[in-house]
């Protein structure tokens, strides 16, 4: 689906100028990319939001977490087309409902568990309910562990790395990623397998 130009309704929206001058460091650039996508994503938001979720973040608000998330995250982009930008922030849009889910529940969580202390509820049931959060030494450790994912992808080749990207984060199979990248499925599939390879040996892994 090409998208029409926020500033000019009846001129196509060049993708490729706009993420290269995104890239380049223009903030008003990255705005216009976000804004080009605002439409699909505003109908995804509708159609994921679940009637609990709904009647605490409308999809506008969804929407609007994702473009706050798509800003700092642009760097790590390295997407060329326009399927990739919307791509990029399905992702983040997906994350970002994951986490408002798992806030929620967990608010939930410890409402009940109040409710049953102030009910004479016994401890260990209010334990169980406690311990069913994750500790922040376990989120301290995924955030460390994905650092160091980032820090490796950087050290790897940009075809490397887009293989990976597009592979594991935006979860495509190797026949799409090869219409991305113009190659051959199976030229995406060697690719990818010495990306991984390469990631492996950044990371100080070895295979099992």
């Known amino acids: 689906m090409t998208a029409l130009s926020p500033e000019s ?11 290269e001058a995104a890239r380049a460091g223009s903030a008003s650039a990255l705005g216009r990319l ?71 529940q967990q608010a939930a969580k410890r409402q009940v568990s ?7 509820g016994s401890a260990d049931h209010n334990a169980g309910l406690a311990d069913s959060a994750p500790s922040p030494s376990s989120l301290a450790r995924r955030h460390e562990e994905q650092e160091r994912v980032e820090a490796a992808l950087v050290s790897l080749s940009e075809d490397h790395r887009r293989v990976i990207y597009l592979r594991h984060r935006e979860h495509l199979s190797f026949a799409e990623i090869g219409r991305i990248m113009g190659r051959a499925e199976d030229a995406v599939q060697k690719l990818w397998a010495r990306a991984i390879q390469k990631l492996r040996e950044a990371l100080g892994t070895k295979d099992s």
């Open 34 to 104: 976000l804004e080009a996508c605002r439409p699909l994503l505003l109908v995804i938001a509708e159609r994921e939001l679940d009637a609990d979720l709904r009647a605490k973040v409308s999809p506008s608000d969804l929407v609007q977490e994702t473009f706050l998330g798509g800003f700092p995250a642009f760097s790590r982009f390295i997407g060329e087309t326009e399927e990739e930008v919307r791509a990029w922030l399905f992702r983040i849009l997906h994350n970002k409902l994951a986490d408002l889910r798992d806030h929620y």
């Open 9 to 19: 309704p009846n001129v196509p929206f060049d993708w490729r100028a706009c993420i």
């Open 114 to 120: 109040r409710e049953h202390s102030l009910d004479g």
